[in-house]
C-alpha cells in the first residue's frame, strides 16, 4: 500500500488553517499516487489544547473542520487525529481519536487508549480511553489497518496495562498507523525510531509513525515521521523540524535500514534547530510582529541567544540592547558590540549608571549610609536593566527574550524582575556545558559569537572583579550534579558526586534547587529541550520541607 505521510504544523485553535495545510497535503498526495493520506493526533485543533477542550463551541467547530475534510476523502482517503465527543457512559466527556476518512464518510474511529499523565501530558483529565482495539479497512480488497494514538505504541516502554499493537496484530492488523504528537528533546528521534523497531520487529508488522511539527508555547515538536517494515527496519524517514509530504511504499522489498542508520543532526545541531523552530513559532503563532529584544552583556547566554533569535526571525528582527553598568569591563561592551556585527543585528547602548546612581540616593534614605548595600546594591542593576528592556518592549512592540541558562535557573542564579523578565527564555532548558556547545556550534562556518566571549571566565558584572565561581561551583560540576536531580530525580543521599565534588557540595546544590522554586514559578516559559524542564511537566511544591540530612 502506497502511503503519504504528511507531517503539518498545526497552530493551536486554528482550526480552519490547520484544515487548509491537511487538504494542501492530501491533493498532492492524491496527485502523487497515493492510497492514503495519514496526519498526526489532533491534526485539527493542535496539541496540546490543555483547557481549551473545556470550551464546547471548540470542539463543535473543529467537527466541523472535520467534516469540511469528507468530500476531499472521496478522492482519496484520510486518516487523522480529531478530538471527538466520548460515547455514553464514558468516564470523560471527549476521545482523543484516529478517525479514516472513505468515500465521503468517516467509515471508522478508535480512541486513543493509553492516556498518558506524566511529565507534560495529562490526558486522563479530559478523554475516555478506548474500549475497542480491532482493526479497520478501507475497503473489502484493502489491507486491514491498526489505527492508534501516540502513547499506543509505548507499552513495551512504560508498563501499561494494555498493549494496543499486540491486540491490533492479534486481531489480524496488516500494518499499524501512529498518529503523534510525541514532544521533542535532544535524542528523542532516536529514540523513538529504536523503539519502534524493536516494536514491529516484535509483532511482525509494519508501522507508519506520523508525528506533529512546530512550536507550541514551550513544547518542541520535531517531526521526524518514518515508516518501519515488519522485520523492524526504517524503510523511509521524513525530516525533523519542518513540515512535509513522503510518499512511503509499505510493500516495499528493500532491506530498510536499522534505527541508528538514519541521518540526522545530533548534539548542538539538533539542539539549535529545536531552538530555531521554538522561537519562531512562539513569535509567528501568537500574531504578534517578530521583533525580539534581547539585552547583550557581552557574556555567552546573552550571545547564544541572540544567534538563536537572529537565525529564527531574521537579523532585522532583532535588536541588541547593551546597557552598560559600574561594574562593566570594556571588553564585555566590546564582546557585545562584535555579535552585534558579526549578526548584523542592530544594537542601541544606554548606560544604567544614572540610574543606578539614584537608587543608591534611596537606598541611603532607606537603610542609612553605607559602602556596600550586597545583594540589593547588585540586584537593582539587574532590575534596571530589566525595566529598561520591558520599556523597548512596550513601546516597539516587541518580546524580551531572557538568556538565563538552566544551571542558572536550577539553583537561583538570576534576579526576580532582572535578567528574569520576557516572553520566552531561551536557553532555560539549555545548561551551561551546551550553551557553551550552541556557542561553539554557531561559529561552525564563521565567526558569529566572539572568540572572546567563549573563552572568558563567565561573570555577572554586578560587583568588582566577580567572576560566577564566586557564587557557584565550576559548571562542570554544577551540571553534572543538576543532571542527577533534575532528569534523574534523585536526592543528595542517591547522587553520585562528580570528580572534585564532596557529598556535602551535592546536598548544598540540591538545597538551592529546591529553594528556588519561586523563582522558576516567575521566570518566563522555557522552552524544551531535555527530558525533565521546569515548567508544566516538574511541578513541585515552592513551600515544603521535603530535606532530609544523611541519616
Not at 513495551?156 to 514532544?183: K, Q, T
Not at 529504536?194 to 512546530?214: K, Y
Not at 516587541?398 to 526576580?416: D, F, M, P, Q
Request: charge should be negative; hydrophobic fraction near 40%; aromatic fraction near 6%.
Amino acid at each position: 500500500m502506497r502511503v503519504a505521510i504528511g507531517q503539518t504544523n498545526p497552530t493551536i485553535g486554528d482550526l480552519a488553517g490547520n484544515r487548509r495545510q491537511i487538504e494542501d497535503m492530501v491533493v498532492k498526495a492524491a496527485e502523487a499516487g497515493a492510497e492514503l493520506a495519514v496526519f498526526p493526533e489532533l491534526a485539527l485543533l493542535g496539541y496540546p489544547p490543555m483547557d481549551l477542550l473545556e470550551r464546547r463551541a471548540v470542539i463543535e467547530d473543529q467537527v466541523r473542520e472535520l467534516d469540511a475534510l469528507l468530500p476531499l476523502s472521496k478522492r482519496i482517503p484520510i486518516a487523522l487525529g480529531a478530538v471527538l465527543p466520548a460515547p455514553e457512559a464514558r468516564p470523560k466527556p471527549l476521545v482523543n481519536a484516529a478517525v479514516l476518512l472513505a468515500r465521503g464518510r468517516r467509515i471508522a474511529t478508535r480512541a486513543k487508549t493509553l492516556l498518558p499523565t506524566y511529565d507534560v501530558f495529562d490526558e486522563d483529565r479530559y478523554f475516555s480511553p478506548s474500549e475497542e482495539r480491532a482493526p479497520v479497512s478501507i475497503d473489502a480488497t484493502a489491507p486491514s489497518l491498526g489505527l492508534t494514538v501516540c502513547e499506543d505504541t509505548w507499552a513495551n516502554v512504560i508498563p501499561y496495562r494494555f498493549d494496543p499493537v499486540a491486540e491490533l496484530e492479534h486481531a489480524g492488523a496488516h500494518f499499524v498507523l501512529n498518529l503523534s504528537a510525541s514532544p521533542w528533546h535532544v535524542g528523542k528521534p532516536l529514540e523513538r525510531r529504536r523503539m519502534l523497531c524493536e516494536l514491529a520487529a516484535q509483532r511482525r508488522v509494519p508501522i507508519v509513525f506520523v508525528n506533529q511539527v512546530g512550536g507550541n508555547d514551550s513544547l518542541i515538536f520535531d517531526g521526524g515521521s518514518f515508516a518501519v517494515n515488519a522485520h523492524g527496519r526504517v524503510i523511509d524517514t521524513l525530516p525533523l523540524f519542518e513540515p512535509a509530504l513522503q510518499l512511503v511504499d509499505l510493500g516495499t522489498s528493500e532491506p530498510g535500514a536499522a534505527p541508528d542508520a538514519v541521518a540526522e543532526p545530533t548534539g548542538a545541531a539538533q539542539l539549535e534547530a529545536g531552538l530555531v523552530l521554538g522561537i519562531r513559532d512562539y513569535f509567528l503563532k501568537q500574531d504578534l510582529p517578530p521583533q525580539a529584544v534581547v539585552g547583550l552583556s557581552g557574556g555567552v547566554d546573552s550571545a547564544v541567544t541572540a544567534h538563536l533569535a537572529a537565525r529564527a526571525l531574521g537579523p532585522e528582527r532583532v535588536l541588541g540592547f547593551i546597557m552598560p553598568g559600574p561594574f562593566s569591563s570594556q571588553h564585555s561592551v566590546d564582546d557585545a558590540r562584535a555579535l552585534a556585527a558579526n549578526l548584523g543585528i542592530e544594537t542601541r547602548r544606554v548606560p544604567i549608571e544614572p540610574m543606578y546612581g539614584a537608587y543608591l540616593d534611596a537606598f541611603r534614605q532607606l537603610f542609612g549610609a553605607r559602602d556596600d548595600y550586597g545583594v540589593a546594591q547588585q540586584n537593582i542593576q539587574s532590575r534596571i536593566r530589566g525595566a529598561l528592556l520591558m520599556a523597548v518592549a512596550n513601546a516597539e512592540g516587541r518580546i524580551v527574550l531572557a538568556t538565563g541558562n538552566k544551571s542558572e535557573l536550577s539553583v537561583g542564579y538570576c534576579t526576580l524582575y532582572g535578567d528574569t523578565v520576557g516572553g520566552l527564555a531561551v536557553l532555560g532548558d539549555v545548561y551551561k556545558r551546551d550553551v557553551y556547545a550552541l556557542a561553539r556550534y554557531a561559529n561552525r562556518e564563521a565567526e558569529r559569537i566572539p572568540r572572546h566571549t567563549i573563552e572568558k571566565p563567565p561573570s555577572a558584572e554586578l560587583a568588582p572583579d566577580q567572576f560566577d565561581t564566586d557564587d557557584l561551583p565550576p559548571y562542570e560540576i554544577l551540571d553534572a550534579v543538576l543532571e542527577q536531580v533534575i532528569e534523574g530525580g534523585l536526592d543528595a543521599n542517591a547522587i553520585e558526586p562528580p570528580p572534585n565534588a564532596t557529598r556535602a557540595l551535592v546536598k548544598e546544590i540540591v538545597r538551592r534547587v529546591d529553594r528556588n522554586e519561586y523563582k522558576r514559578r516567575q521566570a518566563p516559559l522555557v522552552l524544551r529541550t531535555t527530558r525533565k524542564a521546569f515548567g508544566h511537566g516538574r511541578r513541585l511544591p515552592i513551600v515544603h520541607r521535603a530535606l532530609r540530612d544523611d541519616p
